[in-house]
């Protein structure tokens, strides 16, 4: 069995649920090491299993969102709350029991249940329209937070004492509380005599205390030595992995910015006792070889390997059978000012043939893209033929365009993408790839591989071979230059096609997990 520990926490109250509200849920392109870890493994036919150690009331939905519906999971509330139950039920919450005479207003963000003038009950629903919770008043004050589970039943309770949360009850599915929570004064987390569940305290001073004694208790009545944990780095789980799985290969993932380290200090218990050490791009490689290294752990950099956690699909584009010549430009990677000075050699191309085609994509919500979007128009005015780039923004015609039309890109093209799906449609009919980053966007790599399509780098990675299924740039290099040698004709890019379909078995999902079982000394059965 490979178990799997995602670090899907928050910063407030670590062990507490990352639900958002649906009107403070933003669409953005995420990518989770865990996700794509468990699904390579789940798909190869490996025996798998989550293992969720923080407060998640819905957790079903969540992994609906990430295609991991059926999932195996074990989850450490489920367990101290005595809850068995896998499968979605939605509650109506005009079923549940309220005093005579509510009424209920529908505002914009939520349902407002009424006595007479008064606000008896605001009732709140995560993204996918499910019951979160419904905050009760009491003299205008809150007075209860009742927490809902995705499955059909009441998870939590909070309590109030003149508008302040004194302390937090966790229920079994008949509503009887198994551990209450102090949210006030000193910490401590009773256990109810009465409770479903042996436990070996009445009061633990920490979650992490509790949390250790029921992972022990899952232990013995589930895990063999044989079984391994594939764990996201995370400080806020590692020590609870590493003391109670002590006799089980343990690996631990380093993804994207997630763990910042001080000191490579903090990091020795990591080195010491993990049997391995996942990176996912050459950058974080790097810094943990360096961190390692000045630990005084050189003989342990043998732990160390890059795994992509991103496995290649078979999805060969179709746009040699379009006659647009369409770049995808990966701007999230790259400065303002180092945009600025690629967009020239581009716009000179297009200006010279209509047929290429500019779209420059990102994922960042942060990025200014009505300010890119002003730039460029302004670009295209004081350099360029207008009419080449720009058309009549109300009715697309080839009118007459002055500075004072309202105009629209016609060969240009701004997108910020939230989800893989809209990369897989719009790559399906690109050309040419370019993410002049120093640290380029694994997936976007990955994604690219998978449609047959050459990338233009500065830097030299894994996926990416110089004039075989790419091409990288060199300082001082003229950006022209690639561009016209994948489009001038279709000999070059269809060398690269082949050479991209040959390295796209490098990252099968077949591949990956041998790779994985090779660095963990597994045999292949």
């Not at 865990?34 to 957790?59: D, R």
């Not at 943990?288 to 699909?313: E, M, N, Q, V």
């Not at 690269?496 to 079982?517: C, F, H, N, P």
């Amino acid at each position: 069995m490979f178990y799997f520990i995602p670090a899907w926490y928050q910063k407030q109250r670590p062990w507490y649920h990352t639900t958002e509200l649906w009107f403070r849920t933003y669409e953005r392109m995420t990518f989770d090491d865990t996700v794509n870890h468990y699904k390579i493994f789940e798909k190869a036919g490996e025996e798998t299993c989550l293992l969720i150690l923080n407060y998640q009331p819905q957790l079903r939905y969540t992994l609906h969102k990430q295609d991991m519906v059926g999932a195996v999971v074990w989850s450490l509330f489920d367990d101290i709350q005595n809850v068995h139950e896998q499968t979605m039920t939605p509650i109506n919450f005009k079923h549940l029991k309220w005093p005579q005479g509510i009424r209920f207003v529908y505002s914009p963000f939520a349902i407002v249940a009424k006595q007479g003038q008064e606000t008896y009950a605001v009732i709140h629903f995560a993204e996918n329209g499910n019951l979160f919770y419904i905050e009760t008043y009491s003299e205008k004050k809150t007075d209860k937070i009742y927490y809902f589970d995705d499955r059909g039943f009441l998870s939590s309770l909070i309590y109030y004492s003149d508008g302040v949360a004194q302390y937090q009850d966790y229920l079994n599915k008949n509503g009887v509380w198994q551990i209450r929570e102090s949210l006030q004064g000193e910490f401590k987390i009773s256990v109810n005599p009465d409770a479903d569940q042996d436990f070996d305290q009445t009061e633990y001073r920490s979650w992490e205390k509790l949390i250790d004694e029921r992972l022990r208790k899952f232990k013995v009545r589930n895990v063999t030595n044989r079984d391994i944990f594939i764990s996201a780095a995370d400080p806020q789980h590692n020590n609870l992995v590493l003391n109670v799985f002590v006799q089980n290969k343990k690996g631990f993932s380093f993804f994207g910015n997630r763990y910042q380290w001080q000191t490579s200090r903090d990091l020795i218990p990591l080195f010491l006792q993990a049997d391995l050490l996942i990176v996912d791009t050459q950058e974080q490689e790097k810094k943990l070889r360096h961190a390692l290294i000045g630990a005084g752990f050189t003989k342990l950099l043998g732990k160390l390997s890059r795994i992509s956690p991103f496995d290649t699909r078979l999805r060969l584009g179709h746009s040699q059978t379009v006659k647009e010549l369409k770049i995808y430009f990966f701007i999230d990677t790259i400065s303002e000012q180092e945009l600025r000075t690629y967009l020239p050699a581009i716009l000179d191309m297009m200006e010279e043939n209509s047929a290429i085609h500019l779209e420059l994509v990102n994922f960042r919500q942060d990025y200014d893209l009505k300010g890119l979007e002003t730039y460029l128009k302004n670009l295209i005015w004081q350099n360029y033929t207008v009419e080449a780039f720009l058309k009549v923004a109300d009715d697309g015609s080839e009118n007459h365009i002055d500075e004072s039309t309202k105009t629209k890109f016609s060969r240009l093209a701004i997108n910020r993408y939230t989800n893989e799906n809209q990369v897989i449609t719009t790559l399906d009919t690109t050309r040419l790839v370019i993410d002049l980053g120093e640290n380029p966007d694994l997936y976007t790599q990955i994604a690219s591989i998978s449609a047959g399509i050459p990338q233009i780098n500065r830097v030299q990675t894994d996926y990416i071979d110089h004039m075989k299924n790419g091409w990288i740039l060199s300082d001082g290099d003229d950006l022209r230059h690639p561009i016209h040698y994948y489009f001038d004709g279709l000999t070059n890019w269809n060398q690269s096609l082949v050479y991209a379909i040959e390295k796209m078995s490098d990252y099968t999902s077949g591949r990956i997990l041998t790779q994985w079982k090779s660095v963990l000394n597994l045999g292949e059965g």
